[in-house]
């Protein structure tokens, strides 16, 4: 009885042998993944620098374009600064308004017809109060 003993023990006890050959075997195993991941890694790789020109003409037809628009934007901004500037001066030159000289070049300039016509009629009355200040300035003046 004591014999089998330790032939029991032997026999639970893997050999180095056996130890060996599967540590090699789960290494190249690992190193088989390994490998997968770098040949997937290369492809990807490969498939970016084909498409990276394509996108960055893409990037620069597309910057071009944005700075393009940033002008437009710029000009119309300063043409509506300007307008503003010229309504203005216009509302508040009441002399030139009476002749209905610079009125006349801002009819026209769009809108639809409603809006027309409450500015005709807003016009029509700006342009009675300053005839009015002109009166009452000239009687004021005697």
Known sequence: AMSSIPSVRKLARPSPINQIRGRLTDLRSSKEK?????????NE?????????????TLMAV??????????????????????????????????????????????LGGKEEEEEEE?????????EMKAREQNHAIDML
């Open 34 to 42: 390994l490998l997968s991941e770098i040949e997937q890694l290369q």
């Open 45 to 57: 790789k490969a498939e970016i620098e084909d498409a990276l020109p394509s996108l960055l003409d």
């Open 63 to 108: 910057h071009t374009s944005v700075t393009d628009m940033q002008e437009e934007r710029n000009t119309y901004d300063a043409a509506i600064a300007d307008m503003v500037t010229t309504y203005a001066m216009i509302l508040e030159g009441g002399a030139e308004l009476l002749d209905g000289g610079p009125v006349k070049l801002l009819e026209g």
């Open 120 to 128: 005709d009629e807003e016009e029509q009355a700006y342009q009675r």
